[in-house]
Every structure is written in C-alpha cells, then in structure tokens.
C-alpha cells in the first residue's frame, strides 16, 4: 500500500511543479504517438475504406491478414524494425534507429491493423447501406470512398482512438528501436520499466498515473471536440 | 439529343441460375408514365433496376437512344426504402449535384429550394435518419429530381405511406411528369395506378405478361393473368 500511496504523492508532485523530465516525457510520449496515429490513420481509413468498396480478388485475404496483425506482437515488430534501421540493414544509411522517428515507424506498424480492421468493421456496415444508391447515382470509385471515409467519420474517430490507446501504452517495440536513451527516445512507457527494473516504484507509479491521466484526457478531449454522444449526431 | 426510346431485347437477369426476370423485348417511347404491375415476387423491382442499369443482364440487350454515359448522367432512381446518407436533409438533397462538381454553395441552395417544393422546407437541416417514412421518400424524391433526369425509376414509392403522404407524393411526381421526366414506376396501388399512368406493363414470373394503354388494361386487359390480378385473385 505504501507503494500505491507513494507514488500518488510523487505524481501529485511531479505534475505540480512540473518536473521538467517528467514534462519533457510526457510531450515525446504524446508526440511520438500521435504522429504514429496521424500516419497510421492516413493509411488505414482510406484502405479500410478501399477494401469496403472493391470487390478485388485478394479482399478476403487481405481482411483476414489485417484481422490477424491486429495481434502483431510488438516486440516482433520492434525486433524486425531494428534489423532495416540498424547499420547493416537495407536503411541503416538513413541513421534512424534510436531516434524517435524509429519509435514512430514501430508504431504505425503495430497500429495500422488495428484500426484498418476496426474502420473496415463500420464502414463495410455503411457501405451496405448506401451501396444502392452510390451505384445509382453513377459515382466513382473515389467518390464512394470519400462519401464513406466523411459519413462513417464516427466510427473512424473509435478506430483511431483504439490505436491511440495501443499505441500510447506500448512499450516492447519503442524499448528495442528507441533504446529508452534519457533525453533523447525515453517515453512514459520505457521510463516505467526502467524505474521499476531500479526498484523506484514510487516514481514508476507515479509515472503510470501520468500515462492513464493522459489516456483519459486525450480520449475526452477528442470525444468533446467531435459533440459524439449529441443527440441526433453520427 | 433525347434519351428515349428505350429498347431492350431478350435482357435476361439471372441469379444462381434461376431466371429472374426475362427474357424482355420491351420498348419504351418518349412519351407518358408507365406503371409496373404485378404480384410479389414478379420480378418488378429487378425489372426497373435491370432498365436503370444498376442489375447486371447475363443476355440481351439494352438501348438507350443516346450513348450508355449520357443516359446514365440523365436517370434517376428511387428506392423503396430510400437510402438516408448520414447527413441533413439539405445535403442529402444537394448530394447528386456535388458528385457533379456543382459548387457547394449553389448545390446547397438548389437542395433547399427543392426541399421547399417537396414539403421539407421546415426539416432542411434535421438529420436524415431522423424523418418519418413519409419524409424519407420525399427526400429520396427530391434528391432524384435534383438533377433533373429526363427519366425516373421508382419502386413503389408509396408502399406503406399513409393517404395523404400518397398523395402528396403523387402531387410532385405529376408536376415531374408535366414537365420533362419520363417516369416508370411500380406500384401495388392500382388506384394510383389508373390516377398516374398512361401506360402499363403488366409483369408475371419475370416476364411481361401484358403491356398495354392504361385504359385498355384497366378496362379489359387481354390476358386471364391479368383479369384475375386486377379483380384481386391470387395470380401465380
């Protein structure tokens, strides 16, 4: 119990005085994540949105494989992004690995199947739906995904969210790519398991709490900015 | 250059190799209001959307008097259950003319004085989910009629409305059909049949079992089929 209260003592008071580390953290966390969302959302809602629309003879494949990856274990993907970044490896001449960009190509991987399959969830449902009447009224391919990908915005926003909170909470692919170096690729995450491999777990928690609080904010303030739960709306 | 007549020949739709409709020669001129009628199950909903083109033929032919992009652009199609995108009213409406790189401005106004003429000048900016059954086939009417098509399918646009949604109904598709559109439409109704059409094609099994002038097929049609569908029997 100690514990628990320590640590809710030492973020009360990391956060109050802004510990500089703990805020430098905390914006690279954020940072990281949501570039990774930003990428991994640009290519995942327009293939979600393809694979609803097309009937192309890989679909069944292609759904069931982005189905599976969605289980991807991060540390694999971590494991296989270190052996391209490294200085051996086909990009190892760009000089990525161990920079936050790296952290961010880990992430996108692991996050894009998961809110491909989710989008692809909803927006085969509204495909269904509107598939008639897009036909009839003689529309282009990219016009049946545009009137998707905005009407079905909704249900994107719960996919993206997804990826957020599997992204923001990862810890084994940023750990091997990042190499959780102080000032440079440490996150929420990675520093959690160095405090705690320490035995610091006063700050550990404290730092977990951080991470939770910023989950928490992050998926209210997108829910507030998007009026999801008003009457009437999708 | 006009779209009609509009000539088929031995089109045949098939699904998991039973016939659903055909084969039909058929030949629809310029002018007049066509109803298709029919028991359920007739073939008359795959019949128009065969002739809109939206039903794959596996045989035949289908001609419109201009070439296929041309007459796709002029057609409209309403459903029975029309298709609420998940938008307003207005810019359900405003839709079609968007697709057509109408500015959005224009679409939107054009959307909001056909609203107006449809009787949902009051509900523009209601989401579309949120209308009434009633409401919901004025909408899908005026967001066909937006583009002005020189020819309109509908799929029985009245079934389960109420008299005076009917009518109401019926009040706009007279004033399309006093202008330019063509319309051909299926109907369970036979009042609203001998009310709007000119013409009638009488549909049995997929084919066409009759086609005849409205007032020769309400006064005496030419086949037992038909008698017998018109006095109310059961008609397999």
Same mark, same amino acid.
């Given at each position: 119990?100690?514990?628990?209260?320590?640590?809710?003592?030492?973020?009360?008071?990391?956060?109050?005085? *802004?510990? #500089?580390?703990?805020?430098?953290?905390?914006? +690279?966390?954020? %940072? =990281? !994540?949501?570039?990774? $969302?930003? @990428?991994?959302?640009?290519?995942?809602?327009? *293939?979600? #949105?393809?694979?609803?629309?097309?009937?192309? +003879?890989?679909? %069944? =494949? !292609?759904?069931?494989? $982005?189905? @599976?990856?969605?289980?991807?274990?991060?540390?694999?993907?971590?494991?296989?992004?270190?052996?391209?970044?490294?200085?051996?490896?086909?990009?190892?001449?760009?000089?990525?690995?161990?920079?936050?960009?790296?952290?961010?190509?880990?992430?996108?991987?692991?996050?894009?199947?998961?809110?491909?399959?989710?989008?692809?969830?909803?927006?085969?449902?509204?495909?269904?739906?509107?598939?008639?009447?897009?036909?009839?009224?003689?529309?282009?391919?990219?016009?049946?995904?545009?009137?998707?990908?905005?009407?079905?915005?909704?249900?994107?926003?719960?996919?993206?969210?997804?990826?957020?909170?599997?992204?923001?909470?990862?810890?084994?692919?940023?750990?091997?790519?990042?190499?959780?170096?102080?000032?440079?690729?440490?996150?929420?995450?990675?520093?959690?398991?160095?405090?705690?491999?320490?035995?610091?777990?006063?700050?550990?928690?404290?730092?977990?709490?951080?991470?939770?609080?910023?989950?928490?904010?992050?998926?209210?303030?997108?829910?507030?900015?998007?009026?999801?739960?008003?009457?009437?709306?999708? | 250059?006009?779209?009609?007549?509009?000539?088929?020949?031995?089109?045949?739709?098939?699904?998991?190799?039973?016939?659903?409709?055909?084969?039909?020669?058929?030949?629809?001129?310029?002018?007049?209001?066509?109803?298709?009628?029919?028991?359920?199950?007739?073939?008359?909903?795959?019949?128009?959307?065969?002739?809109?083109?939206?039903?794959?033929?596996?045989?035949?032919?289908?001609?419109?008097?201009?070439?296929?992009?041309?007459?796709?652009?002029?057609?409209?199609?309403?459903?029975?259950?029309?298709?609420?995108?998940?938008?307003?009213?207005?810019?359900?409406?405003?839709?079609?003319?968007?697709?057509?790189?109408?500015?959005?401005?224009?679409?939107?106004?054009?959307?909001?004085?056909?609203?107006?003429?449809?009787?949902?000048?009051?509900?523009?900016?209601?989401?579309?989910?949120?209308?009434?059954?009633?409401?919901?086939?004025?909408?899908?009417?005026?967001?066909?009629?937006?583009?002005?098509?020189?020819?309109?399918?509908?799929?029985?646009?009245?079934?389960?409305?109420?008299?005076?949604?009917?009518?109401?109904?019926?009040?706009?598709?007279?004033?399309?059909?006093?202008?330019?559109?063509?319309?051909?439409?299926?109907?369970?109704?036979?009042?609203?049949?001998?009310?709007?059409?000119?013409?009638?094609?009488?549909?049995?099994?997929?084919?066409?079992?009759?086609?005849?002038?409205?007032?020769?097929?309400?006064?005496?049609?030419?086949?037992?089929?038909?008698?017998?569908?018109?006095?109310?029997?059961?008609?397999?």
């Amino acid at each position: 119990m100690s514990d628990i209260w320590g640590g809710m003592t030492q973020a009360f008071w990391l956060l109050i005085t *802004l510990d #500089a580390d703990l805020v430098e953290i905390t914006l +690279r966390s954020l %940072r =990281v !994540t949501l570039t990774a $969302l930003l @990428a991994a959302s640009l290519i995942a809602f327009p *293939l979600a #949105a393809l694979i609803s629309v097309r009937r192309f +003879r890989l679909r %069944r =494949v !292609t759904i069931a494989v $982005l189905n @599976a990856l969605m289980g991807l274990p991060p540390v694999v993907v971590g494991l296989a992004v270190y052996v391209l970044l490294s200085r051996s490896g086909p990009f190892g001449v760009l000089g990525l690995l161990f920079t936050p960009t790296a952290m961010i190509i880990a992430q996108v991987i692991i996050i894009v199947p998961l809110i491909a399959s989710i989008a692809h969830q909803s927006l085969r449902e509204l495909w269904s739906d509107y598939h008639d009447l897009l036909i009839s009224l003689n529309t282009t391919k990219w016009q049946r995904i545009q009137a998707l990908l905005w009407d079905g915005r909704r249900a994107l926003l719960t996919a993206a969210l997804a990826g957020f909170g599997r992204a923001i909470g990862e810890v084994g692919a940023i750990m091997v790519v990042g190499g959780n170096i102080d000032h440079a690729t440490r996150v929420l995450t990675t520093a959690i398991a160095l405090e705690t491999g320490k035995g610091d777990f006063a700050l550990a928690l404290g730092l977990g709490f951080v991470l939770i609080a910023l989950a928490l904010i992050v998926n209210l303030l997108i829910h507030w900015l998007s009026h999801t739960e008003s009457e009437g709306r999708w | 250059m006009t779209m009609l007549p509009l000539i088929a020949k031995g089109a045949t739709v098939r699904r998991r190799g039973k016939v659903l409709v055909g084969p039909v020669d058929l030949k629809l001129g310029p002018n007049g209001t066509t109803m298709v009628i029919g028991p359920n199950g007739a073939g008359k909903t795959t019949l128009l959307k065969m002739l809109h083109g939206i039903v794959r033929m596996q045989k035949g032919t289908l001609d419109w008097a201009c070439p296929l992009e041309d007459a796709q652009q002029r057609q409209g199609f309403v459903f029975q259950t029309p298709v609420m995108l998940r938008r307003n009213v207005r810019d359900n409406i405003a839709y079609p003319l968007r697709l057509t790189k109408v500015p959005r401005a224009q679409a939107r106004a054009r959307a909001e004085d056909w609203a107006a003429l449809v009787g949902l000048g009051d509900a523009v900016m209601r989401p579309a989910h949120l209308l009434s059954g009633g409401e919901r086939q004025k909408l899908a009417l005026a967001r066909a009629l937006i583009r002005e098509p020189e020819v309109l399918f509908l799929d029985e646009p009245c079934a389960s409305l109420d008299g005076r949604a009917t009518r109401e109904i019926e009040e706009i598709l007279q004033a399309a059909a006093a202008g330019r559109t063509r319309i051909i439409m299926s109907t369970h109704n036979m009042g609203q049949a001998q009310r709007l059409g000119t013409e009638v094609i009488f549909v049995l099994n997929g084919r066409i079992h009759e086609f005849n002038p409205a007032e020769d097929f309400f006064a005496l049609p030419d086949t037992e089929q038909a008698r017998a569908f018109l006095r109310g029997d059961i008609v397999e």
